[in-house]
């Protein structure tokens, strides 16, 4: 087929409807609060929560996890848009706030060990875990995947690792409100390590599901 | 003025908003347009004609199908040419695997023809020969035909006169006769 021939057939289908990449984080965004809001009916807020709340590390951790969601629901789906203009670093950004919340939680791990070594309890790590990992992220992993596929993202892995980083920080920030089990090795083990192990698949996993 | 307006109304940016709006006429233009866009680019990077003509229709058909995340604020050239980007390495890492591929797939063949050569060819080892040698002649050209020259053994009845059987119990006699000569004379 000659490029001339080509271009003809092609531009018997030039409309089209424009698909703005805010109005794709916006519905990732939207998905991933609604379906925590509906795990969190389900489940009830944990009962001292008006008390983790005036204390700033707490407070400190769910912002930086609400900012973690909103920066890769933003940038999973503006990096989605072929751009040549988009500065590099954009990619980046959520991991600003994933990198300070991680932070965190190992500057609370090293606090513990060096002031109240017998605040450690390594019973706290609990395997059900494991259920509440998949339950929180499967669906709102796949509908960002979803958004995304419907873009043109020009780079996949990345776009994938921001969509299950996506998902994970909103379900740690739902886990937050929800699980009133704050030992650090649970958080290590079932929040952070997940959220490292997910961030990854997604990368690998978006090279190839979100090639088009 | 009249220039000034007539420029923008033909800018690419405009081209593609009127495309995304069903101006098919606009639409064909702007592709025309990124066509020899695309060939200035490629042209540098892939040498071979056809393979370049390959990847140009794929930029067009990437374009195409990506039509709906243009924005008609934003520039249109680096968002076509972040794609034609996307496509070229994608080119190149599949030519590469090709080329990968080739490279293994004769290097296996190189293999295969000195295997076949240590087994077949010149390098026949003397012992071999003898061994053969001492067959009468007719079972000796039944097992040069079958073994050595890739006959069947209907063929090699054919070609004989003899039944299918009577070739396949002939060499298989023979075959038995030259181990045993072979173990002789390594015993020796």
Redesign the interface.
């Known amino acids: ?1 000659s ?1 001339q021939s ?3 057939s ?12 805010w109005g794709g984080a916006m519905r990732g965004l939207g998905f991933s609060v609604g379906f925590l809001f509906l795990l969190g009916s389900i489940y009830s807020l944990r009962p001292d929560l008006a008390l983790k709340l005036a204390q700033p590390v707490y407070l400190t951790n769910l912002i930086l996890l609400g900012l973690t969601a909103i920066a890769s629901a933003s940038v999973s789906c503006w990096i ?6 988009s500065p590099h670093w954009v990619r980046l950004l959520p991991f600003i706030p994933a990198g300070l919340w991680a932070l965190s939680l190992v500057v609370t791990l090293q606090q513990i060990w060096l002031n109240r070594p017998e605040l450690i309890h390594p019973h706290e790590l609990n395997m059900f875990c494991i259920k509440n990992c998949m339950l929180f992220l499967l669906l709102p992993g796949t509908f960002q995947f979803a958004q995304i596929k419907r ?2 993202p ?1 780079l996949p892995a990345w776009s994938g690792a921001l969509s299950l980083l996506l998902a994970t920080s909103m379900g740690n920030f739902a886990l937050m409100l929800l699980e009133q089990n704050d030992g650090i090795y649970h958080q290590l083990a079932w929040h952070l390590a997940p959220t490292i192990l997910f961030t990854l698949l997604g990368f690998m996993v978006g090279k190839k599901v979100l090639h ?1 | 003025m009249n220039t000034l307006s007539k420029e923008a109304e033909e800018s690419l940016e405009s081209l593609m908003l009127r ?10 233009k702007l ?2 347009q990124c ?1 020899r866009m695309l060939k200035s680019m490629l042209r540098s990077q892939v040498n071979n004609p056809e393979d370049l ?1 390959d990847l ?2 794929e930029c ?3 374009i ?9 604020h ?2 249109f050239k ?6 034609a ?2 496509r070229m390495k994608d080119h190149f890492r599949s030519s590469y695997r090709r080329n990968n591929l080739e490279q293994a797939f004769s290097a296996n063949l190189e293999q295969e023809k000195e295997d076949r050569h240590v087994t077949f060819g010149e390098g026949l080892s003397e012992q071999l020969k003898d061994s053969l040698d001492q067959l009468p002649p007719k079972q000796r050209k039944l097992v040069q035909m079958t073994k050595i020259e890739g006959y069947s053994s209907k063929e090699t009845a054919k070609e004989m006169g003899m039944t299918e059987t009577a070739v396949k119990v002939s060499v298989h006699r023979s075959l038995k006769r030259i181990t045993a000569l072979l173990r002789a004379n390594k015993d020796e």
């Open positions: 087929m490029n080509l271009i003809a092609l531009s018997e289908e030039a409309k089209i409807s424009v698909c703005s990449p989605a848009i072929p751009d040549l203009q873009l043109a020009v088009w | 495309a995304q709006q069903g101006d098919q006429a606009a639409y064909a592709l025309g066509e003509n140009i229709q067009l058909i990437s195409h199908k990506s039509r709906h995340t243009y924005q008609s934003r520039p680096p968002w076509m040419f972040a794609i980007n996307f």
